[in-house]
């Protein structure tokens, strides 16, 4: 018998719970059938405040549809529908449930109009919707929308809001964009001084134009906090600035690490000026924009894995051009600095029409993997995952160098080289080979670059052309043929140019750059770090 009475009560809560459901969406869609007799914008505005006065998620999308213009009336029933248009006609769905709802010609519609000012009227009702949605980056997304547009009649949904929010963060965003529509209403002064104080602590730059206008607008007690908390908001911003800067200067600095290492080996163990260094960058960021390619048309789902399968691919084609140029031309120039600068000019300028004729002279596109898109935020500091993953990748390509120079019976060799080549040669080193696969190094170190580069920058016959000049400076800067002086070399022009580039342009900066290393090099002739040993000193 209790078993039949909980069956009923439960079967009675389940109807009263339907029957409610149903008489609420039968309000709404009465509400909704009030477009089709609104007069002019004014009264359509005040529909749009009656449905969102309902609280009720579902409006959003009639709402939605009405900012984008796609909200019509058909002409023999008088009823509204959510309308995309398509090739001959205009396929109709429900307002409410999104179901298909058949279609019908533009002749048979009447078009919704909106204008700027109901659009801003259905922008703050969707933020006021939202702010009861599941999802919690849907309700930051709509504190912080309400907190760019202040409304003195956000203020209260905005108080329930934070009454039923569980989340700490979130709810602190809701606060803050209370705050703002509270500075923007008739509360008192000492309602103001708090939510000013409160936007304080927020200390970003939209607080500080959110009180910049209230400096104008305000008086007396509020003025003056406004003031004193703006003052306050700046300095700390300067700060952030600074931090800003020294990274944006690391991600230069990572980016001429990976361009620069490959010619500090070449240049360091052979003393071969290679003009076609930047064009070994330049096959590295095109092997990747091939195997892109491959990967679309043939394994979509292998995308993200791209950059993966592009490292090897471009170090190999990179150390094959390289071994070539070597073996082929530069083998003949040793001992000839100016003639292997001509000769290496001239590969240079060839590689890149061959690229032209093969490719094209436009740039191609290279996507990002997904693990490589999107930024995140530190305090004040906007971080991008593809420069954060590029200084990875070039220390990690650094720490690899390194243990091979060190630890590697060819590093040994290679050393050796550098140091003595003639008492190398003695010993039973083929120093020919050496400076065959030296080269190969460098250049294929160089291509593994040019994947990293082709995810920041434009790939074109021309990418590695913006890069050799800094990257010549960085070799020389550091100490020729030093790896610990490429890395400090490195982060230290990238840090000098960002803090210059604000005051001084980047052009102009870059001159400054140059002509504080023309006279470090007075001073210091082999770099910060200079080899030690008979033939370099020699």
Not at 164 to 170: K, N, Y
Not at 523 to 537: I, S
Request: aromatic residues 8%; neutral net charge.
């Amino acid at each position: 018998m209790k078993i039949f009475r909980a069956i009923g009560l439960t079967l009675l809560f389940l109807l009263t719970t339907l029957s409610c459901s149903g008489a609420a969406e039968a309000d709404l869609r009465a509400l909704i059938a009030k477009f089709a007799t609104a007069a002019d914008f004014s009264e359509t505005g005040v529909i749009v405040r009656e449905l969102t006065a309902t609280g009720d998620p579902a409006v959003e999308r009639p709402l939605a549809a009405l900012a984008e213009g796609n909200l019509y009336i058909r002409a023999a029933d008088s009823m509204v529908f959510v309308g995309k248009e398509g090739s001959d006609s205009i396929q109709l769905f429900d307002p409410l449930s999104g179901e298909a709802a058949g279609e019908a010609s533009a002749d048979d519609l009447t078009q919704i109009g909106v204008n700027n000012t109901l659009r801003r009227t259905i922008r703050d009702a969707l933020g006021t919707l939202t702010l009861g949605s599941k999802d919690p980056t849907v309700r930051i997304a709509a504190a912080n929308t309400m907190f760019k547009t202040p409304d003195a009649a956000n203020v209260e949904p905005l108080d329930a809001a934070i009454a039923s929010e569980t989340v700490a963060s979130v709810k602190a965003l809701l606060e803050q964009a209370r705050g703002a529509s509270i500075l923007v209403s008739d509360k008192p002064d000492a309602d103001k001084l708090a939510a000013i104080a409160l936007i304080g602590a927020r200390g970003d730059r939209n607080a500080v134009s959110l009180l910049t206008s209230v400096e104008a607008n305000a008086s007396g007690a509020v003025k003056e906090a406004a003031t004193a908390t703006i003052a306050s908001i700046n300095s700390t911003l300067a700060f952030w600035d600074a931090g800003q800067n020294i990274w944006y200067g690391i991600s230069l600095g990572s980016v001429l690490l990976l361009a620069a290492i490959g010619l500090a080996i070449t240049f360091g163990v052979m003393g071969v000026i290679n003009m076609a260094h930047g064009e070994m960058v330049m096959l590295g960021a095109y092997t990747t924009f091939v195997v892109q390619q491959v990967i679309r048309t043939s394994f979509p789902g292998l995308f993200d894995w791209s950059l993966v399968i592009a490292l090897p691919l471009a170090f190999l084609v990179a150390a094959l051009v390289g071994l070539a140029i070597e073996r082929g031309i530069i083998r003949f120039l040793y001992g000839r600095p100016l003639e292997t600068l001509l000769a290496t000019w001239g590969v240079s300028l060839i590689l890149q029409q061959a690229v032209r004729t093969i490719f094209g002279p436009t740039n191609q596109e290279v996507g990002n993997p997904s693990w490589m898109s999107g930024s995140f935020d530190i305090g004040q500091l906007a971080i991008t995952w593809n420069r954060l993953w590029i200084l990875v990748f070039a220390l990690a390509a650094f720490i690899v160098l390194l243990y091979v120079m060190k630890r590697t019976p060819w590093g040994l060799q290679m050393r050796a080289v550098t140091a003595n080549r003639r008492m190398a040669a003695s010993m039973g080193i083929k120093t020919p080979w050496v400076d065959a696969l030296t080269f190969a190094l460098g250049s294929g170190i160089a291509g593994i670059a040019g994947v990293a580069l082709s995810q920041i920058d434009n790939v074109s016959p021309n990418l590695g052309r913006g890069y050799i000049i800094d990257s010549f400076m960085v070799v020389v800067f550091g100490g020729v043929g030093n790896l610990w002086g490429t890395l400090v070399g490195a982060f230290s022009l990238g840090i000098v140019n960002k803090f210059l580039e604000p005051y001084a342009g980047a052009v102009l900066g870059k001159i400054v750059v140059l002509v504080l290393i023309i006279l470090f090099i007075q001073k210091r002739p082999r770099g910060l770090f200079a080899l030690k040993g008979r033939a370099v000193e020699a």
